[in-house]
C-alpha cells in the first residue's frame, strides 16, 4: 500500500513564524498535492506538483509557498505564519493517468497563536 | 466556476438504516465524479466513482449514480454499521485537479 507520511500530528506555532511542512511518499507518485481542510468549506488546494522542482498554484495559494527537491518529498512553507493559517493541512500524492486516485496523509493539525 | 454543495451534517443514524448522502454540482462539461470517506484520525481515501453519466460507482456496499439531467451524485447504503462512522466528501475532477465539497459527518449508532 502507499504511503504517506507527514510529519507532524500537531503543530503550535507563533504569529510570524515561518512554518515547514514536510510530506513523503513511498511508492513513486509523480504528482503531490496540499490542501487545507476547515469545518464547511471541505478542502481546498493550495499547491501541487507534477514533477520535481515543477510547482502549480492551486485555489488559495496566498500565504504559502513549495519545495519539491526530490520526487518523494513535498515540503509546504508559511513565509510568515499567521492566525487565519490555523488549520489541518492534508497532503496527497498520486500517479500521473490516474490523477483522480489520490492517496493522502493523516494531516497535521497547525495552530498559530 | 466548478464546485461542489453536500448536504449539511452530522447525520445520525441507527445501525442497518438506509443511507442517503446528497451531493450536487456545478461544472463546465461532463467532469468525473468521486466519494472520498475519512475514517477518524485518518487521511482520505477514494470510496467509488463513475466517469460518465449514468454510470454507477459501487464499493463496500455504497453506490452512487451519475445524474447529469439533475447533476447529483447521492451516496447510498443500503445497511449502515457503526465502522461506516466517518467523514464523506464528494468530489469532481477538472483540469486534472480535484475539487471537494465542504464534508458529511455520518454517525451510527449500535
Known amino acids: 500500500d502507499v504511503k504517506v507520511t507527514q510529519s507532524s500530528r500537531y503543530l503550535v506555532k507563533r504569529t510570524g513564524e515561518k512554518v515547514f511542512l514536510e510530506c513523503v511518499q513511498d511508492?513513486?507518485?509523480?504528482?503531490m498535492f496540499w490542501y487545507r481542510q476547515d469545518p464547511g468549506l471541505g478542502l481546498r488546494l493550495i499547491y501541487f506538483?507534477?514533477?520535481?522542482?515543477?510547482?502549480e498554484k492551486g485555489d488559495i495559494p496566498e500565504g504559502y509557498s513549495v519545495s519539491r527537491e526530490k520526487k518523494e518529498r513535498f515540503s509546504l512553507i508559511l513565509e510568515s505564519a499567521s492566525t487565519n493559517q490555523t488549520s489541518m493541512y492534508l497532503c496527497?500524492?498520486?500517479?500521473?493517468?490516474?490523477?483522480?486516485?489520490?492517496?493522502f496523509g493523516s494531516g497535521t493539525q497547525l495552530s498559530v497563536l | 466556476g466548478n464546485s461542489v454543495t453536500q448536504m449539511e451534517g452530522p447525520v445520525t443514524l441507527s445501525e442497518e438504516a438506509f443511507l442517503t448522502i446528497n451531493c450536487t454540482y456545478t461544472a463546465t462539461g461532463y467532469p468525473s465524479l468521486f466519494w472520498y470517506v475519512q475514517y477518524p484520525g485518518e487521511g482520505l481515501q477514494l470510496l467509488l466513482k463513475?466517469?460518465?453519466?449514468?454510470d454507477k460507482g459501487s464499493n463496500k456496499g455504497f453506490e452512487a449514480t451519475y445524474r447529469k439531467e439533475t447533476t447529483s451524485f447521492h451516496l447510498e447504503k443500503g445497511s449502515v454499521q457503526v465502522s461506516d462512522s466517518a467523514v464523506y466528501f464528494c468530489a469532481l475532477e477538472y483540469g486534472n485537479k480535484l475539487v471537494f465539497g465542504a464534508g458529511t459527518i455520518l454517525r451510527v449508532k449500535s
Open positions: 511508492m513513486d507518485h509523480e504528482n
Open positions: 506538483s507534477y514533477d520535481v522542482k515543477m510547482k
Open positions: 463513475a466517469t460518465k453519466a449514468d
Open positions: 496527497a500524492s498520486s500517479l500521473t493517468g490516474l490523477r483522480e486516485k489520490l492517496f
